[in-house]
């Protein structure tokens, strides 16, 4: 088997993993990363060989521009400080303990290489976190705030990792340079990141069409991406950034179409990028634990003393901060979401796994320094940070369901129908207004106008039946009813006529163009 085939075996089982993943009950990410670790135990199976240096850049801007799809910029400025609080500030706290315990514990590390190992473990996954918390029916805010964490983590780890990697490589460290460094990253980030998304919403305009201005959103982050970088800002922070504002500047509420079609191309991208990179961890490990070799006893010892200190301060950090968060949202009385309990602070807990940032950092260690010699102990930090990952990724992962099944933590039903019933108000409010505004333009037959209220209404009804009263609650029943009757037999009467278009694209003289726009009219109408 060869690195191609090796990557589209990693595909099917990207597209596999998730309906079994669904059926065991368990995270699709750690079901991919145990895939991983048999594949790289079977002896026909090739090591992996991916440059570092390309890990981050092809795998990270898609999962970025995925993730923030189910969020706004609305939501992370209303949340900024428990995110900042919660999450952030928490990046600095496990680096600075790692790096304390790492430096004291690993045979020849320098202080510098001890606090890479910090900032490549600090940071939890943003896709894991999401992937695992989304399919446990956490509350939203629980949700909302891991995936603020994992995205903005993200972005002060990457930071942090290479101010680190230049203090250890040069054997030299200044404070100012560091925060110096620290804030051109940010600045240039935003910049390019705001000017990069004004212009492709620019584009889309012109564009058009909603298969290119598709491809154009798959390329856009990965330009994002390789721009900042390029000017020695963070291409983290630039992808959100482009991505956040295309989320709130870029969608045409008319654009029916072109919406569910990109938002099922991400649900793809987003499926088989997450496959391939959390089966990519699992085979790592077979190169990564071969360093351990005739010393398993000394490694294991360090692995876990640095896991206990990554799982330990978190919990530390969170219990206190969370409390705080609880009690500053209480004398502001404002809109954030935070845990409400100690129950969701220890689900948070539990959630803080690492995966694809912490491995392509740590695969990303120079081999050697300015002066020649080797990188300071760089096969243990290897070997740390997948014990991390491991730890984290496989043991949390595999026991978050159980451990959120037995505090009972779950979603405010109550409160999420209660949200819906507003905006489906809202929505027939806003459709019966323009009903007016047609009224005084045209003449309308009163039957017509009595009949197109009904459907006003009928609009918010399907979303909330909830927001009618009893009788127009059972009126609405038998109209929907009467509309299902009309609605399945006009679908088998398309469905026919679909069928007998498709077959005559096989037909002799057919052409295949003037078949397949004849079809996309039926399809779109059937939608």
């Known amino acids: ?25 368990l995270p699709s990410p750690v079901l991919m990363t145990l895939g991983g670790i048999v594949l790289a135990l079977l002896p026909f199976v090739p090591n992996v060989d991916v440059p570092p240096e390309f890990i981050l850049p092809l795998v990270l801007p898609p999962l970025l521009y995925a993730s923030v799809q189910r969020t706004s910029w609305r939501q992370f400025t209303a949340n900024l400080r428990p995110i900042l609080l919660l999450a952030v500030a928490l990046v600095f706290v496990t680096t600075a303990a790692v790096a304390v315990v790492a430096n004291a514990v690993v045979p020849g590390i320098s202080l510098a290489a001890a606090v890479v190992l910090g900032a490549l473990v600090a940071p939890p996954d943003p896709v894991a976190a999401t992937a695992v918390a989304g399919s446990l029916g956490l509350p939203r805010r629980l ?83 390789v721009l900042a970088e390029e000017f020695r800002g963070s291409g983290v922070l630039a992808v959100l950034v482009t991505a956040l504002f295309l989320a709130e500047h870029a969608s045409d509420a008319d654009d029916v179409l072109g919406r569910l079609a990109g938002h099922t191309f991400w649900e793809v991208v987003d499926t088989l990028v997450t496959g391939v990179a959390f089966g990519l961890i699992g085979l790592e490990l077979h190169n990564v634990f071969g360093t351990a070799s005739g010393r398993w006893e000394e490694m294991l010892r360090i692995g876990g003393a640095v896991v206990a200190v990554v799982i330990g301060v978190r919990l530390l950090w969170l219990l206190p901060a969370a409390w705080l968060a609880k009690k500053l949202h209480h004398l502001r009385d404002i809109e954030e979401e935070v845990p409400m309990s100690w129950r969701e602070t220890v689900v948070m807990w539990w959630s803080g796994m690492r995966g694809v940032a912490s491995v392509a950092l740590a695969l990303a260690i120079p081999l050697k320094m300015d002066d020649g010699s080797p990188f300071p102990a760089r096969e243990e930090i290897l070997f740390i940070a997948f014990a991390v990952i491991m730890a984290t990724l496989v043991v949390q992962g595999l026991t978050l369901p159980w ?33 007016k505004e047609i009224e005084q333009v045209e003449d309308l037959p009163d039957d017509l106008v009595e009949t197109l209220t009904r459907r006003a209404y009928d609009v918010g009804a399907r979303i909330s039946p909830d927001m009618l009263d009893e009788e127009r609650r ?42 397949d726009r004849v079809l996309r009219h039926l399809d779109v109408r059937s939608l």
């Open 143 to 225: 949700v909302s705030i891991l995936e603020g964490e994992g995205l903005f983590n993200d972005v002060t780890a990457i930071v942090l990792y290479h101010v680190a990697i230049a203090a250890a490589v040069s054997g030299s460290f200044s404070v100012p340079d560091a925060v110096g460094a620290l804030v051109l990253s940010a600045v240039v980030a935003l910049a390019i990141g705001l000017a990069l998304g004004w212009m492709a919403k620019k584009l889309m305009d012109v564009l058009g069409d909603a298969t290119l201005q598709i491809g154009l959103t798959l390329l856009v982050p990965f330009v994002s991406y």
């Open 1 to 25: 088997m060869d690195q191609l085939a090796l990557l589209f075996v990693l595909l099917i089982g990207a597209v596999v993993m998730v309906p079994l993943a669904d059926r065991l009950g």
């Open 403 to 435: 451990l959120v099944k037995r505090l009972g933590v779950r979603s405010d039903a109550d409160a999420e129908r209660e949200t819906a019933r507003k905006l489906a108000v809202r929505a027939a409010k806003a459709a019966k207004r323009r009903l």
């Open 474 to 515: 059972e009126a609405h029943a038998k109209r929907v009813e009467r509309i299902r009757a009309v609605q399945r037999i006009q679908g088998e009467m398309l469905s026919a006529a679909r069928h007998e278009v498709l077959a005559a694209r096989s037909e002799p003289g057919a052409d295949p163009e003037i078949v």
